[in-house]
């Protein structure tokens, strides 16, 4: 499965007051880079929900934090679908800062209706495409 490549530069409001990025961050940055993904194989996530009634959540979240990134770095996040069943995905997550692995996480995804908020089959289309 391929790895998606996303940069990220770290703005003030990302740091503490040590300028340090702030533990949680870590996650809006993967956050963005799945999203960014998502956008990349052409699913927008406002269109999924219009369409086809479905909303992915965070289910389960494990991350090391190795090495801290700081104010102004440039980093790069990435996503990777490790695991695909009928209604999760799991993701292999790091951000790297000029080769060096900065934070690595396991991310899993739930698939579920927009409405119900209940478990629902990832599309097909969708699946085929993260693959």
């Not at 770290?10 to 940055?29: H, R």
């Not at 999203?35 to 194989?41: G, Q």
């Not at 990435?78 to 080769?99: E, H, P, W, Y």
Request: glycine letters at 4%; hydrophobic letters at 45%; charged letters at 25%.
């Amino acid at each position: 499965m391929t790895i998606f490549h996303w940069p990220i530069r770290v703005y003030y409001e990302d740091t503490d007051a040590g300028g340090v990025v702030f533990y949680a961050n870590y996650l809006k940055f993967f956050e963005r880079a799945r999203t960014e993904m998502l956008r990349d194989k052409g699913f927008e996530q406002d269109k999924l929900i219009a369409e086809q009634k479905v909303i992915f959540v965070v289910r389960a979240v494990q991350l090391d934090y190795l090495t801290p990134a700081r104010f102004n770095d440039v980093l790069e996040a990435t996503a990777q679908v490790i695991q695909a069943k009928k209604v999760s995905l799991n993701f292999a997550q790091m951000i790297t800062r000029d080769g060096i692995v900065l934070c690595k996480g396991n991310i899993r995804i739930a698939c579920l209706d927009a409405v119900s908020m209940k478990p629902k089959a990832i599309p097909d289309n969708l699946l085929q495409q993260l693959l």
